[in-house]
């Protein structure tokens, strides 16, 4: 995953929510082995020691995220007004870059 330090990413809850309810900014990314993570980060990450090394397992180093800025929207921005400023959109399963140029992705940022 090539994430720039500094970008902003947007939460988008699934359903029966169905919105972009937060956001946060990366402040660093690691490439590590999976008994560094655990070593390293055990009190902080949120899974136990036995999830951890089976989400990596077989993978020689795992991708984390380390976040800031974490804010939650006052109000969320529901599935159904993205679908109103482009009725093709369909949410990522994982991730999606916007495209900071695309019209609809501007006015997403303008209606929050």
Do not use: C
């Not at 560094?36 to 951890?52: A, P």
């Not at 006052?74 to 994982?94: D, G, I, M, T, V």
Request: glycine content about 6%; overall charge positive.
């Amino acid at each position: 995953m090539h994430l720039e330090i500094g970008t902003t990413v947007w939460i988008y809850e699934t359903m029966p929510i169905g919105a972009i309810v937060g956001s946060f900014s990366i402040k660093n990314t690691y490439s590590l082995a999976p008994s560094t993570i655990w070593r390293k980060y055990q009190d902080v990450i949120g899974v136990s020691r036995k999830e951890l090394f089976s989400y990596f397992d077989g993978v020689e180093k795992g991708f984390l995220i380390e976040i800031e800025n974490v804010k939650e929207l006052k109000k969320p921005l529901p599935l159904k007004n993205l679908r109103s400023l482009k009725p093709a959109f369909q949410p990522p399963q994982f991730f999606l870059k916007f495209d900071v140029k695309d019209k609809f992705y501007s006015s997403i940022f303008e209606a929050i």
